[in-house]
């Protein structure tokens, strides 16, 4: 099992920065693959963006198109832990962030859903005031 947990979330204006950290604990060595999602209140949960360690031990890192330019994710593996710096806030950017990771490698298109993640954190909030 692997447990995860969020943290950096918080009430901020748009066009502020934030940066959200996700901390892995337990079997480490089952996430391969990191990811954020996200999920506004009567909405689905979406791809925000993923970063994926492939066969050759480098970093391969996806986002959805409306964050590209101002989301950024990377890790730590010493940390066992998944960053996402996000920069130009809106707020439409108003949502519970999600950290995700699974063992798995995955091709373009499992990256982007939530079904491919065996491992959730409990969400942290982001709300934007315009």
């Known amino acids: 099992q692997v447990q995860l947990v969020e943290s950096g979330g918080g009430l901020v204006q748009a066009g502020a920065s934030l940066r959200l950290s996700c901390t892995a604990s337990?079997?480490?060595?089952?996430?391969?693959?990191m990811g954020w999602f996200r999920q506004a209140p009567g909405k689905e949960r979406e791809f925000v963006a993923a970063i994926q360690r492939n066969s050759m031990s480098t970093y391969y890192t996806m986002y959805a198109d409306s964050v590209k330019g101002r989301f950024t994710i990377s890790r730590d593996n010493a940390k066992n832990a998944v960053y996402l710096q996000i920069h130009s806030l809106k707020p439409e950017d108003t949502a519970k962030y999600y950290c995700a990771a699974d063992q798995s490698v995955k091709s373009v298109n499992e990256l982007m859903s939530a079904r491919e993640y065996n491992y959730w954190g409990q969400g942290t909030q982001v709300t934007v005031s315009s």
């Open positions: 337990g079997r480490t060595g089952s996430t391969n693959t």
